[in-house]
């Protein structure tokens, strides 16, 4: 059979023995071997004795226990063999052997780690773990491992690959590290030794008297903090030829240098071929752009698609002359094959997303996201999210997506800064989506195959896009995706989780942490959908663990006594990442390796019974629980508190508190407390039947040896009464009704639940559809007293449509407790539509014309503006007034200059205009540039409209300051 390396030719013969363990390397002596450059060829052997190079082998013969290989050249070097054209030694490739042949060895590791945040849709999850589980992390069985000292800071993402064949010192599940004074450094991963099995200096493959790259060089020292910069963004591993790909800065002769470096993962020696020198140009309407290497800097995670590496550029921290830039190169041949730039002709729109790598769909599509700098549409493109594509030797932007309000981001530092999450398939109208978020914190989804562009017309949120929620994230850092679920994180906020629902976000948020002064990149850790951990590091100096369903604690590495977890001073946004039962978090100086402790003699603390609860329960009511708490562990427990539930299921997971618990004394090994408490049903509780559960140390106060036996349930179940509250009728609305009109509204509310309701209100909405989602609230609601089952309640009230409701036909709907004030067995059945639809008329007025304004403006000056008025909307318009504006672009934002001067607009019937002249009045304070003239009907918003953003226009020509 045979085998196509991604480059250059080889001639080898195996043999293979029984249980497929590695043997050792013969070396053949006859040179004669037939071997094509661009192929490698494999004989397996029926015993350990050499063939004859080229000899064929009988397929009939089963294959035996030993490899061994054929050699083209006499020179042998570790881990090496030859290539067949002019016997130059290459290496050999013992991670693709470990694929091929060894695939029944079992081995207890199981995730690699090639990439930043292991994918390259960069939804940092690492799905297969199954060691580290929230009943493990805390700070009785979780804690620092080992600290593995390295020559430099650690900015960069460690990676990881089980299994790896290390000449002479065997199989090891190693973890990569790469440091600012541009080394690399493989260590075991499960082993204490502070030794690396390898370590490699890229100055050695450097030019003589090369150093890493002094920061006051770079001009960043005091943004970073760093002293040096050598490799700063997160290499990829290609696990297939056992290559490791890097981006290396280097000083050499006054003069900073870029390489794309390529190592052999299992000696760290740099292959045939490599390094390469980074340089580009990119040219645009005949203007060249060039890269400069003093001004730039590889921060991002480098990118393995397509058979190409992907590195992305930007602004070495203090916006000197620099561009974003995206540069290709051909994994078999380390050629460049494509160059983009950010901002060709101009400067900044930085590509640096604080570290995270540069994303890539399943088709190959390239996202990254820009930094601040000048826009221009289509070639320019700062402050925006960008889709690239790899077309043979070249690539290409092909969609982007640019905010609304992008100058304002730009000019106060809220730029696009951190990496773009591919989401898998979505139900919905668009299947291909990806999110977006910047340092303001806003969400973006946005639809893959059409991302929107720029909306030159949108004033307060960008239409065009899937969703976007505006300070839904407070920005900072990049969201994982994890079961369905973004979780975003944000200095001085909350870890925030948010639920999509076909192809949707779910606002509110599912779940929210305490707030964290300054988190990183955060990851998640899980087996499947089960068992999620997020980790992440709390204001440079903490690692946190939390459960990712709750967003609760499960542990901070402050915990533990005496200091035993604390983390050194960390690097610049410094991040974790987790494999296998370990946590690998870089430093200044060092690598930290987290994991399970050694189990010492611990307590052990679990209930051995508890009592029935009774048949049936009322929602807020009360009875009692008598219960058992032993101690089977080999230590004593200090004091603990036992709490109960109700859970639908016999386990812990989604249960409802009950308010109540029970004080435990310290209890020795062996030793038991039982006592009796009354606990009350939460309002809210939904009606159903559960479980009752009591759950020992219900704080999580005692450390122990096992936390997953805690709690015990009842052998009976109780059922838990509420009232149901729907609207059973609803009167029609009119035909029609106007903007600020009123009409009456009938409906009746029933209790169909099994339990009494509170006195309760219901509220009227106008919906598009029949259901509340997106409705408009109207003015008028209906008391409703409190209900007994199946009792009803019926009444008349007087609505009015809200001003500034869209013109449009509605349902009309009656919601009961629109207050929400009464815990309800069913809150999703509370409204109730009509039968019949309303069409809202109002009033929408519109600037038809605006005259140019001069060619030049003074300071101070005046100057006449004409411009007429049009009620296009379906009602009359009152009284209203023009104001007049200078902005840069054609359409209204928060940079467009008012000026002095304005013109009243009396009360306009449909269809009727008023045109009018007025003065207006440049201000002395007025920037220097080039501005468009735009006059905005009602701009002091007197008027309710069935259309708020359609209100300005802008001269046809521009004036001059």
């Known amino acids: 059979m045979q085998y196509r390396l991604p480059r250059r030719g080889y001639s080898m ?24 450059p661009g192929k490698m060829l494999f004989w397996f052997a029926p015993t350990a004795e050499e063939f004859a190079c080229g000899q064929s082998w009988n397929s009939n013969v089963a294959p035996t226990r030993e490899i061994t290989t054929e050699l083209a050249a006499a020179k042998w070097r570790p881990a090496s063999f030859a290539f067949c054209a002019n016997f130059r030694i290459v290496r050999f490739l013992s991670v693709l052997l470990l694929t091929l042949f060894f695939a029944r060895v079992h081995l207890l590791a199981q995730t690699s780690v090639t990439t930043w945040h292991y994918d390259n849709a960069r939804t940092s999850a690492n799905t297969s773990e199954t060691v580290l589980t929230p009943s493990n992390v805390n700070s009785a069985s979780f804690g620092k491992l080992t600290t593995l000292p390295v020559d430099g800071f650690v900015v960069a993402n460690p990676l990881y690959l089980p299994g790896v064949n290390v000449l002479g010192q065997g199989v090891h599940n190693i973890v990569y590290v790469a440091t600012l004074h ?29 150093t890493s790259v002094p920061s006051s060089v770079k001009k960043d020292s005091n943004t970073t ?67 400069t290497d003093l001004y730039q800097m590889n921060r991002p995670g480098l990118l393995l698609a397509n058979g190409h590496i992907y590195i992305g550029f930007g602004s070495n921290c203090c916006n000197d002359y620099s561009q974003g830039w995206v540069l290709s190169y051909n994994e078999a041949t380390l050629q460049q094959e494509g160059a983009y730039t950010t901002e060709p002709g101009k400067t900044l729109a930085s590509i640096w997303q604080k570290g995270a790598g540069i994303s890539a769909d399943s088709s190959g599509n390239i996202y990254a996201e820009t930094g601040e700098g000048y826009y221009a549409a289509g070639t320019n493109l700062s402050t925006s999210v960008l889709k690239l ?137 899980a087996s499947g959908n089960s068992n999620g951990i997020l980790w992440v590091i709390n204001g440079g100096k903490t690692l946190f663990a ?21 983390l050194p001073p960390l690097a610049h946004f410094a991040t974790p990442i987790a494999a296998d039962g370990k946590v690998f978090v870089g430093t200044q100086n060092s690598l930290i390796v987290y994991g399970l402790l050694p189990l010492p003699n611990l307590t052990d603390l679990t209930e051995t019974s508890v009592t029935n609860p009774p048949a049936t329960v009322l929602d807020g009511s009360s009875f009692s629980i008598s219960d058992t708490v032993q101690n089977i562990g080999s230590a004593a427990a200090a004091a603990s508190t036992t709490r109960y539930y109700l859970s639908t299921t016999t386990s812990k997971s989604g249960a409802r508190l009950l308010t109540g618990s029970r004080a435990v004394p310290s209890l020795a090994p062996s030793a038991s407390s039982s006592g009796t408490v009354t ?72 209790n169909i639940g099994s339990a009494a309701a509170a006195a309760s209100t219901t509220r009227y ?88 304004p001069p060619t030049t403006v003074t300071l101070g000056g005046t100057f006449s503006v004409s411009d007429t008025v049009q009620n296009i909307g379906s009602a009359a318009a009152a009284a209203s007034t023009t104001r007049y504006y200078l902005s840069t672009t054609t359409s209204k934002s928060a940079s467009s200059i008012l000026l002095t001067g304005s013109r009243s607009v009396p009360s306009l019937a449909s269809a009727a205009t008023s045109s009018g002249n007025a003065s207006v009045t440049v201000p002395s304070t007025l920037p220097s540039g080039r501005y468009f003239l735009l006059a905005c009907s009602d701009d002091t918003k007197l008027v309710s409209e069935t259309n708020e953003t359609n209100n300005c226009k802008a001269s046809a020509t521009t004036t001059m300051h």
């Open 13 to 36: 013969r195996l043999t293979m023995a029984k249980g497929g363990m590695f043997g050792g390397w013969q070396r053949c002596t006859h040179k004669s071997i037939n071997c094509q």
């Open 182 to 210: 541009d080394s690399v450094y493989a260590f075991d991963a499960d082993s204490t030794n502070k030794s690396p099995l390898w370590m490699t200096s890229i100055l050695n493959y450097s030019p003589a008297g090369a």
């Open 225 to 291: 903090g760093w002293t040096e910069v050598g490799i700063v963004s997160t290499p990829v591993i290609d696990p297939t030829t056992g290559t490791l790909y890097l981006v290396a800065e280097t000083y050499e002769n006054g003069s900073v240098v870029h390489r794309l470096h390529a190592l052999d993962v299992t000696s760290g020696v740099e292959i045939p071929g490599g390094p390469i020198t980074i340089a580009a140009t990119f040219t645009l309407n005949g203007v060249t752009t060039t890269f």
């Open 389 to 525: 594509s790899q077309s043979g030797s070249a690539l290409a932007l092909t969609d982007w997506f640019t905010p609304y309000n992008y100058q304002y981001l730009s000019q106060h530092d809220l730029d696009l800064a951190n990496g773009v999450v591919i989401l898998p398939d979505q139900p919905g109208p668009y299947p291909h989506e990806l999110v977006a978020v910047g340092k303001q914190g806003t969400i973006y989804l946005l639809n893959r195959d059409n991302m929107g562009k720029l909306c030159s017309t949108c004033t307060a949120g960008d239409t065009q896009i899937v969703e976007e929620i505006p300070l839904g994230s407070h920005g900072n850092t990049t969201p994982v995706y994890w079961n369905n679920i973004l979780y975003f994180s944000a200095a001085s906020n909350p870890v925030t989780a948010y639920t999509l629902n076909n192809g949707a976000l779910v606002i509110p948020a599912s779940a929210q942490s305490a707030a964290l002064p300054g988190p990183s990149h955060a990851v998640i850790t």
């Open 546 to 566: 939390m459960d990712a369903i709750r967003l609760s604690t499960l542990y901070n590495s402050d915990q533990a006594a005496n200091g035993r977890d604390a």
């Open 679 to 750: 606990v009350t049903v939460s309002a809210g509780t939904a009606g159903g039947t559960y479980f009752l559960l009591a759950c020992a140390d219900g704080a999580f106060v005692v450390p122990e040896i096992n936390e997953s036996n805690n709690c015990k349930a009842s052998a009976a179940q109780v059922t838990v009464s509420s009232p149901d509250l729907v609207e059973t009728a609803v009167s029609d609305p009119p035909i029609t009704v106007t903007l600020g009109g009123t009409f009456s509204v009938s409906d009746t509310v029933q």
């Open 765 to 852: 909405y106008l919906s598009t559809t029949t259901s509340k989602s997106g409705a408009r609230l109207l003015t008028g609601s209906r008391a409703v007293p409190s209900l007994a089952p199946s009792a009803s309640s019926s009444g008349t009230v007087t609505v009015t449509v809200s001003a500034g409701s869209a013109g449009g036909t509605y349902f009309l709907l009656a919601c009961a407790d629109g207050a929400f004030v009464v815990p309800e067995i069913n809150e999703s059945n509370n409204c109730k539509a009509s039968a019949a639809q309303v069409t809202v008329s109002g009033p929408d007025l519109v600037e038809t014309a605006v005259s140019d």
